[in-house]
């Protein structure tokens, strides 16, 4: 009778997570038809079109992170009419919403029955409703508004609505660091499945975008290597972890500055400098007004560790943390010299990492059971920076249709 009682609730979780991913598919594709087909507002779907429809014309090569690039041409029946690309491209970004929202309800529901979150929950379905919440909720997720010029130039948000290719791969950034938290949280039981789970994501996560690689693979490398001792088992599978990902953006590196006519501006050459980010990505900001925008990006982190700095026990949490820190690291001493320069290449693994992190809290948050009214007082902080980051989410969304600021 258990088991079909289980079955039952699996089933329900399963069909609610189904719905609620093409639910959100639905929307954001009715969005985006209205902001570019009907209010003709500029985005960075447009230009990735464009790009498609030179390649297409045969004035120009697929950009290296040609995931995007190819599932549209796929998708629209390898045509080359702008028009039906351009309706393409809108379906592939909403279904990549969609996907992440699923993709982080069942690996957030994951973690919660795994007790990699949270102590205790009183039932099942309590657990299953988190995961849907912090699912669709941490893709709302938007730092308060401190850019006097654009509510989105100087942010390092959780989310970004407007490029397409950190879009599509925001779901295999979920992925990866769901099963990089279950290959921590086991020590040193050897699971070569799961490596190999985790390589075949991070890899096909880069096709579409390398970004969030910069961030995780060091981050994960470092705290598998803390815990393996060195043992030589160990280091061989975080090797089959981590290499073919590291094999991907060689090529994507070498295939950039092979066709360097074909790219947005030219060959990428890297240079190192202390704030080299806030140098490049926002060069006109005074030093208060970037401290500003840094503090909005990584506010619900700073608040949610000085709450409850236990939480950095658990190996979602080091790992989600560790990741921001180390993004944020390269954003500040990494940038790209030379006609690429302004193009910040180096903000994208920032925004991934601080969204993982941020769904990892929301739903810490939620499945946070206090015990005492301290403890009370600080769930209700915390929850309700997070709904006004919801709402914020919301607001900018909403602000796009109507002042056209994107």
Known sequence: MGEVLNQKKTSSFRRNAILLSVLTVVITMGYYMLLIGVLHRITDIQLHVSMLYNVCLGQGSVPA???????????????????????????????AWGGLVGVSAYGGIGLLQQGELIQRISTTANVKGMALVAALGSCLLFPLPVSTASWYVGLLPPNVYHNSTIIT????????VVLGTQCLAAGG???????????????????????????????????????????????????LAIVPVLLVILGQLMWTNHHPQDTLGGASHVGFAFLAGWHTFVPDYSSWHVLGCAVSSFLVPIVAYGLRPDWLRLPA???????????????????ETGPRAMHGNFIWQVIAANHVLHWIILLATLSWIPVNISQRRKKMVLLTLLIIEVLCGVTYMINALFVGVY
């Open 65 to 95: 992170n040609a995931g995007f690039y190819e599932v549209v041409h796929l998708l629209s029946g390898f045509t080359c009419n702008p028009g039906r690309l351009l309706i393409i491209a809108i379906i592939v970004v909403a279904m």
């Open 169 to 176: 791969a925001m779901p295999f950034s979920i992925a990866a």
């Open 317 to 335: 949490h080091r790992l989600g943390l560790l990741s921001l820190l180390v993004g944020f690291g390269v954003f500040l001493f990494v940038y």
């Open 189 to 239: 039981a050897v699971n070569w499945c799961k490596d190999l789970y985790l390589a075949l994501v991070l890899a096909t996560g880069a096709i579409f975008k390398p970004s969030y690689a910069f961030a995780f693979v060091p981050a994960y490398a470092v705290l598998f290597l803390l815990q393996s001792r060195l043992q030589v088992v160990q280091i061989m599978r975080l090797a």
